[in-house]
């Protein structure tokens, strides 16, 4: 296994535009996470799923952000009508989901809103 | 709210040195306490954890302890190389025994090791 995964990596989108991004989670991984970092901050919690269901959503998630986890695999984050301070680097975790786990981070997708 | 504080950056060190980082924090409840390490071009990846009080998590050469007492999870390296450079974030999660895991960070801070 190669880890998890996300793409795309880089995004670059004019405002108002729609972004989707993707992440792969570690095979067999029943969490898989979101997070939000902007430079020179530490990642801050989005939203997490148990298998296919989303069990919590920070209030970071405006409602123009909206994240799915169909079948329980792999995830997508949706941002609509982006705004500049949507630019941030966008990190995807999962974890096995036995008590007291790890969690593995991906590469993340970093989001540009010109 | 629980919340973690890091000691601001850039640190820069010769080869060989002592690395302190300092991390204190706030939580409701017991927090398990974690540090991770983002190496460049790489995704974050853990580098120690701690889940109770006095406990010293260690990896890499690298230690911490979790002191409940004052609050502080303060990372240390007691000869640096030049492979350490990197951005080293604390984290916290209350109820991450009992699988929560939602983790909180500090806002990094960039180490540079100097051949």
């Known amino acids: 296994d190669t880890g998890v995964s996300q793409d795309p990596r880089h995004k670059i989108t004019k405002r108002g535009q729609n972004v989707t991004f993707r992440c792969d989670p570690i095979?067999?991984?029943?969490?898989l996470y979101w997070y939000r970092q902007t430079l020179g901050q530490g990642p801050e919690f989005l939203t997490y799923?148990?298998?296919?269901?989303?069990?919590?959503k920070s209030r970071l998630l405006s409602d123009r952000f909206s994240a799915e986890r169909p079948k329980g695999s792999f995830s997508t984050l949706e941002i609509q009508r982006t705004e500049q301070g949507d630019s941030a680097m966008y990190l995807c975790?999962?974890?096995?989901?036995?008590?007291?786990?790890?969690?593995?981070f991906g590469p993340g997708t970093r989001l540009t809103v010109l | 709210g629980n919340s973690v504080t890091q000691m601001e950056g850039p640190v820069t060190l010769s080869e060989e040195a002592f690395l302190t980082i300092n991390c204190t924090y706030t939580?409701?409840?017991?927090?398990?306490l974690f540090w991770y390490v983002q190496y460049p071009g790489e995704g974050l990846q853990l580098l120690l954890k701690a889940t109770k009080a006095d406990d010293k998590g260690s990896n890499k050469g690298f230690e911490a302890t979790y002191r409940k007492e004052t609050t502080s999870f303060h990372l240390e390296k007691g000869s640096v190389q030049v492979s350490d450079s990197a951005v080293y974030f604390c984290?916290?999660?209350?109820?991450?025994?009992?699988?929560?895991?939602?983790?909180?960070f500090g806002q990094g801070t960039r180490l540079t090791i100097n051949p």
């Open positions: 984290a916290l999660s209350v109820g991450w025994v009992q699988g929560a895991q939602k983790l909180v």
């Open positions: 975790a999962s974890s096995p989901g036995t008590l007291g786990d790890e969690q593995f």
């Open positions: 799923f148990q298998n296919e269901a989303q069990l919590e």
């Open positions: 095979s067999e991984h029943n969490r």
């Open positions: 939580a409701t409840g017991y927090p398990s």
